[in-house]
């Protein structure tokens, strides 16, 4: 059964860094999707990145206006997806949710994914 973990968010500055990282267990599959989501109170759900493996390769997908100041990546060898936040701003003040989905398609529709975390907060505030 696909598991994923979320671990890394907290409290940091306007301007700071945080690393997320997502632990992903029980692909029967080389081809998956392991995509980040993030909601902020009274918000929906909005996609913010995905990275898809195609037999060992991988793509990455971005919401339009979060390229720039984030980047996904993945660590094969410890089956971890990565999510790294610089430049942070108030409104990326959220709970980010790691998802997963078979199949290796770029999307950030919530629809698309079946498997979620259980989510992890991150505070933007000074």
């Known amino acids: 059964q696909v598991e994923v973990v979320e671990s890394g968010g907290g409290l940091v500055q306007p301007g700071g860094s945080l690393r997320l990282s997502c632990a992903a267990s029980?692909?029967?599959?080389?081809?998956?999707?392991i995509g980040w989501f993030r909601q902020a109170p009274g918000k929906e759900r909005e996609g913010v990145s995905c990275?898809?493996?195609?037999?060992?390769?991988?793509?990455?997908y971005y919401a339009d206006s979060l390229k720039g100041r984030f980047t996904i990546s993945r660590d094969n060898a410890k089956n971890t997806v990565y999510l790294q936040m610089n430049s942070l701003k108030p409104e990326d003040t959220a709970v980010y949710y790691c998802?997963?989905?078979?199949?290796?398609?770029?999307?950030?529709?919530?629809?698309?994914?079946?498997?979620w975390g259980q989510g992890t907060q991150v505070t933007v505030s000074s």
């Open positions: 998802a997963a989905r078979l199949g290796a398609v770029s999307t950030l529709l919530v629809v698309n994914y079946r498997h």
């Open positions: 029980g692909f029967t599959s080389d081809y998956y999707t």
């Open positions: 990275i898809s493996v195609r037999e060992g390769t991988t793509s990455t």
